[in-house]
């Protein structure tokens, strides 16, 4: 699909956008830039949920245009070049939710929604004060072991953009695995 194609699988209010890559590395600038386009010459998509694990000059865009109300991360900055501003910008003025996270309330959301289910159980967190950081992270007791587990909910997403170094026209790498340059989450 071309980039315009892309644009248009993002809804107009209020929709989840995962990012991939790491960081600095591997991110969708292309998107985020004709995204950002779009929503300047647009005003939309508006409202955005950043669903990242970590994020960075990428998502500053996007917060810096306006266009995100909330963060999901474990980590949103420039790494050796520091913070990344208008992010910081943003939390200090509370134009912007955060919900912190951690590699492991992220990666088990994610996991039970792939699942389809309505949470995934780990030994993550079991021990910590974590639980402050997500009210909406129970526990529970597994019915074989007894013992206690943290569930972590399901994590959805509209759309998540990856960034791959060669895909074919399907958006499949070479590698053969599951992904690819656009990825719906619904």
Do not use: K
């Amino acid at each position: 699909m071309t980039l315009e194609q892309a644009l248009d699988l993002v809804p107009d209010e209020g929709a989840v956008l995962a990012l991939g890559g790491t960081t600095l590395y591997r991110r969708p600038m292309a998107f985020r830039l004709a995204l950002r386009r779009r929503f300047i010459a647009t005003g939309r998509p508006a409202r955005l949920t950043l669903l990242c694990f970590t994020a960075g000059v990428e998502s500053d865009v996007l917060v810096g245009a306006g266009m995100v109300e909330r963060v999901r991360s474990c980590y949103f900055g420039l790494e050796i070049f520091g913070f990344a501003p208008s992010f910081t910008a943003a939390v200090h003025a509370g134009r912007l939710q955060v919900v912190e996270e951690s590699e492991a309330s992220l990666a088990m959301g994610i996991r039970a929604r792939l699942a389809r289910v309505g949470f995934m159980p780990s030994t993550a967190w079991i021990g910590t004060d974590m639980f402050v950081l997500g009210p909406d992270v129970q526990t529970v007791v597994d019915p074989y072991s007894g013992e206690t587990l943290t569930a972590f909910p399901a994590i959805g997403c509209d759309v998540a953009v990856l960034h791959a170094l060669e895909a074919d026209p399907e958006g499949n790498p070479p590698w053969g695995a599951i992904g690819g340059s656009i990825v719906s989450c619904r």
